[in-house]
Structure formats: structure tokens, C-alpha cells
């Protein structure tokens, strides 16, 4: 299958072998995705629930990439596991919907670079973070951020570009750290 | 670092192993087989019906994306990034006939005593820095998928895998371009030409890591033990012990025609793999060739010559085509093929072989990438 057969995503709809070729091409990039948000154990276990979902909705899609189209089912399937296993969310008031940076976060380790980009993240939205981490982690154009959320565009386009200026704000203008050196107390 | 590279670095995750990419492929070849069946029955068309499975040929075993953006396909033993393309497709099976049939006591003799042949005879010890080498020698279908939705042409393609392996089942592989090789049919050397040549199906490597025999070597050598394990999906590609049943397990499907176990097809595409370890083939062989006597439908097809000119008897799963050549006087593994099957959509004769790895002798040599005298 080359890249005229998926953008028209006729091979891999037609023919259940060209499916499976599609697999090897994206299936590193779907367990990466699902990794960075969800850790490496649980990408094993959810790449193949990614992947037969796919293939059995293959019919059924619409975006004529593969890829945002890939990311969009392993987006759905990350919800309901996360939404099956209830599990604690670093931002409590996220705990019942899909937000990327929550288990992201736990990866960072203590340092000054935590408080860096925890502070920074922590004044964007939800929607903002989803939209820059896809573009950010995976690559994607705005427009392939649209069709991965379900998105027009345009509203894809003007949360990056909400989330880059905030990022620019908060990077340019740092909080003030105050610390009193005992030897002058 | 500004906030972005920050989030960049944070998005750096560890490529997917892969025996998890394998099972998820493992998994869509069972549907797109079970589909491809249903709309043959579906149009009453007679069996047999294409597998359409991408299947194991020695230790080719993944497709995996280039940046080129082709599906190519690379060995099992570490290779992630050799500019190699190749789609290996082999063969049809007969769904369901070959199940009914009963193991063939002539096979069942043979590997019963090559196994008994095969007690594990000691490799010399290696000396410090030393590494065991063995030349593979394997002939792959690469199926290259040609421009302007050509389709595909299928070459049978030469090439050398090298390993050198320590005691501990790490080590390197390199591989290397043979000459020769040919063209499936003159339909598949037509087609490309006409579509300007693409040179897809040549492979050469660097030195590159083998992926550790490790746990393979842990595998337990009780056959009736290790059979239960491989038919129950419980043991991968790379011989690690699943802690649940892996796909095959988990759906019928005319590759599987049992639910509760892995269908004789895909056992066997396990055992195949295992055989192709280097040093666990030491160790496992004979246990290996106990677990495919008690195959059901595996039969003895007679004597074969291998790609070294060594003569052994050959066995047979008429199912999937696949077949080992062996030395029953000294349980020694000389050859797997893959054959085509009746109805297969290559165009070639039945039996015809579409794919083999020569198993070469072992010699101790003195470091990584040094050949044998």
C-alpha cells in the first residue's frame, strides 16, 4: 500500500491484508501514543484493542489520513480504560475525562523542570493541552488535530494557537520565587 | 530549554517491543482470515481460500515503517531499522481438511528420533571476547509493492543472516545481500520492470543487536509442559511466557479452529521461530521436535536437499506449508520452508517453495563480526 492507497484509504478498507500492512506502518506510532499517555505496560495491553477496533470499524472512516483517524480510536479506548480502572488522576478535576498531561505528569521527575512545566501547563485548559500535545508529541498539522478530537479546524487551530501564547506569556513572565537566607535572618 | 523542548523531551517513550506488535498483528491476520473465509462462503466459492498472512519465514517475522512510509518487513532478532523492504506473503491453507487428519505415525517417527538424536551435545567454551557464529542462510518472498498501484511483485530473495552469540543469548546479527535470486513468475519480473524497477528487496546491515535468546533459554524442557504452553498461546515469538493466552487464544477463526487453543498453524509458526535461536535451538530442539510429533496433521513428505547440499528428511504441516528438514541421525535442524498451497494467489505451482532458512553450521570465533577461518 503506498501513501496515494492510504490517503484514499480504499486498500486497507477493501482488503483485510492491506489492513494489517497499515498496522506495521502505524502500529509503533499508536503504541507510542498510547504509552506517553498511559505508560508502556498499559500501551501493551490497549494496542491491541486499538488496532481490532480499527480494523472491524474500518468501513466507517471518514478521515481520509490514517493516522489521525488511529489516533481518534486509541483516544476512545484510552478514555474508557482510564473511565474502567477509575483510577487517581494527578488533576483530580479531570478524573472522568481524557486529559494526556495527567499521567504525563507523574513521569516527570522532582525537579526544577516539574515546577516548570507543571506551572506552565497548569494555565492552559484541558482542551488546550490535548490540542498542543498532539502536536507537540505526535507531530500532527492542526488539521489532523482536528480530525483525531472530532474537531473543525479552525477551532483546532485557535486553541494551539491559545495554548502557544499562553506558553509564551507564562515563559516570559515567571512567578517571582522568594527565599530568605537564614545566615541573614 | 524553553517549555516546548521540555514537553518534547517528555514525550520520548521506548519504542514498542516487538513481541507486543507481533501479538496485535497475530490478532489481524486471524480476522482478516476469518473474513476473507466468510466472504468466500458468502459467494459459495469452493477451498481452498487465501490465508493472505503475512507469515514467518525463519526469523523475518515484522513489517515495520520505514521513512520511506513502505510496510517492509524485518527479521525477529533486533533489526529495526534495516533499509530493507520486504513484505513476506506466503501461501493459502485448506481450512479445516487438514484438521480432520490424524497425526502421520511416519512423522511422528521422525521427529521422535531426531529429538532422541538431538541430546544436547556441548558447544566448545568460549574463551574471553569469543562468540558463537552461525551463517543462516534464507530465501525470502519480497513481495514490493510497486508504484501507481501496480500491485505487488514477488521476488525470491537471497541473503545471509550472520549471528554471533554469547552463552547468555545476546550477541549481533548482520545481514548480507546474496547474489541471485529470482523472480516469482515472469508475470512478477514484467510488472516491475514496467513500473521502472524499484530496487525494494536488497538487505544489507551494520552489525546490529540481537535480540537476547534469553528467554527462550528459559523456557521449560518438559515437551508436554512447553506443548501445553505454546498450544494454550501462553509463549510468543521470542519465547516469553505470556501471563494470559495471547490472541490466538482468544477467537475462532478458520486459523484456530478451537477456541480454547492456538490452531496447529500458529503453534507451529512459534515452534519455527524458537528453532530459529542460535543457542536455544541447543538446548530446546529436541523438545521442540517431541512438541511438533504430536501435531495432528503434520506428515512426512521424504528426503530434501538443502541450500548447503545436505540431505535430510523432510516433515510437513500441509495446513500451512510448512515444513522442516532434518537430520534424523543427528537431530539436526538443516532447513524450514515454506511451501505454496493449492489455490495460493502467487501464481506458482503447488509446493512450490516460497521461502527457506539453511541453518549453517556453529564454529567459536574471536569477537564480534569476525567470520570463521
Not at chain 1, 51 to 76: H, K, Q, V
Not at chain 2, 183 to 200: I, V, Y
Amino acid at each position: 500500500m503506498d501513501d496515494a492507497d492510504e490517503r484514499a484509504g480504499t486498500s486497507d478498507r477493501d482488503d483485510p491484508a492491506a489492513f494489517v500492512a497499515l498496522f506495521w506502518r502505524h502500529g509503533p506510532a499508536v503504541h507510542a501514543y498510547l504509552s506517553r499517555r498511559a505508560g508502556r505496560q498499559d500501551a501493551d495491553d490497549l494496542l491491541s484493542e486499538v488496532w481490532l477496533r480499527a480494523f472491524t470499524g474500518r468501513a466507517d472512516r471518514r478521515s481520509p489520513e490514517a493516522l489521525p483517524w488511529l489516533y481518534g480510536i486509541a483516544r476512545n479506548v484510552l478514555s474508557a480504560h482510564w473511565r474502567r480502572q477509575a483510577r487517581p488522576r494527578a488533576h483530580a478535576e479531570l478524573s472522568d475525562e481524557l486529559d494526556p498531561w495527567a499521567d504525563a505528569d507523574a513521569r516527570v521527575d522532582a525537579t526544577a523542570q516539574r515546577a516548570t512545566i507543571d506551572r506552565v501547563l497548569a494555565t492552559l485548559s484541558k482542551d488546550e493541552r490535548e490540542v498542543l500535545l498532539l502536536v507537540v508529541w505526535e507531530q500532527l498539522t492542526p488539521a489532523e488535530v482536528a480530525a483525531v478530537l472530532g474537531l473543525p479546524q479552525g477551532t483546532a487551530r485557535s486553541r494551539l494557537h491559545r495554548a502557544l501564547t499562553t506558553l509564551r506569556e507564562a515563559t516570559a513572565h515567571p512567578p517571582v520565587l522568594t527565599c530568605s537566607d537564614p545566615m541573614e535572618a | 530549554m524553553d517549555t516546548i523542548e521540555l514537553l518534547e523531551q517528555l514525550g520520548r517513550v521506548e519504542p514498542a517491543d516487538p513481541a507486543v506488535l507481533d501479538r496485535t498483528a497475530d490478532a489481524l491476520w486471524a480476522l482478516a482470515a476469518a473474513e476473507s473465509q466468510e466472504a468466500r462462503s458468502r459467494a459459495s466459492e469452493p477451498s481452498p481460500v487465501l490465508r493472505g498472512s503475512a507469515r514467518r519465514i525463519g526469523v523475518v517475522d515484522r513489517l515495520a515503517p520505514t521513512a520511506g512510509g513502505r510496510s517492509r518487513r524485518y527479521r525477529r532478532l533486533g533489526i529495526g531499522a534495516v533499509g530493507a523492504a520486504v513484505v513476506l506473503l506466503t501461501g493459502v491453507f485448506l481450512p479445516g481438511g487438514w484438521l480432520d487428519r490424524s497425526p502421520s505415525a511416519a512423522a511422528a517417527t521422525l521427529l521422535q528420533a531426531a529429538a532422541a538424536a538431538a541430546s544436547p551435545t556441548p558447544l566448545p567454551p568460549l574463551g574471553a571476547g569469543q562468540y558463537y557464529y552461525q551463517g543462516n542462510i534464507e530465501q525470502q518472498l519480497c513481495t514490493s509493492p510497486l508504484p501507481g498501484g501496480a500491485g505487488v511483485a514477488n521476488f525470491l530473495n537471497p541473503n545471509t543472516h550472520e549471528n554471533w552469540v554469547a552463552t547468555d543469548g545476546t550477541g549481533s546479527v548482520r545481514l548480507v545481500a546474496d547474489p541471485g535470486g529470482h523472480w516469482l513468475t515472469p508475470r512478477d519480473q514484467a510488472k516491475w520492470q514496467a513500473t521502472g524497477s524499484p530496487n525494494e528487496c536488497s538487505i544489507t546491515s551494520p552489525l546490529l543487536a540481537l535480540t537476547s535468546e534469553a528467554a527462550i533459554l528459559a523456557l521449560p524442557t518438559d515437551p508436554t509442559v512447553l506443548g501445553s504452553l505454546i498450544a494454550d498461546g501462553r509463549v510468543n515469538d521470542v519465547g516469553q511466557i505470556l501471563p494470559s493466552p495471547g490472541p490466538c487464544a482468544q477467537a475462532a477463526t478458520p486459523l484456530n479452529q478451537n477456541s480454547a487453543s492456538c490452531g496447529i498453524n500458529r503453534q507451529l509458526d512459534v515452534v519455527n521461530n524458537l528453532l530459529t535461536a542460535p543457542m536455544a535451538v541447543r538446548r530446546l530442539g529436541a523438545v521442540l521436535f517431541q512438541i511438533v510429533a504430536q501435531l495432528p496433521g503434520v506428515e512426512l513428505i521424504g528426503t530434501r536437499t538443502d541450500a548447503l547440499g545436505r540431505t535430510g528428511t523432510a516433515v510437513e504441516n500441509p495446513g500451512s506449508g510448512d515444513v522442516l528438514v532434518l537430520d534424523p541421525s543427528t537431530g539436526t535442524l538443516l532447513e524450514t520452508q515454506s511451501l505454496a498451497l493449492a489455490g495460493n494467489t502467487l501464481g506458482v505451482p503447488t509446493g512450490t517453495v516460497v521461502g527457506s532458512v539453511t541453518f549453517g553450521p556453529i564454529a567459536v570465533v574471536n569477537g564480534l563480526g569476525t567470520l570463521p577461518n
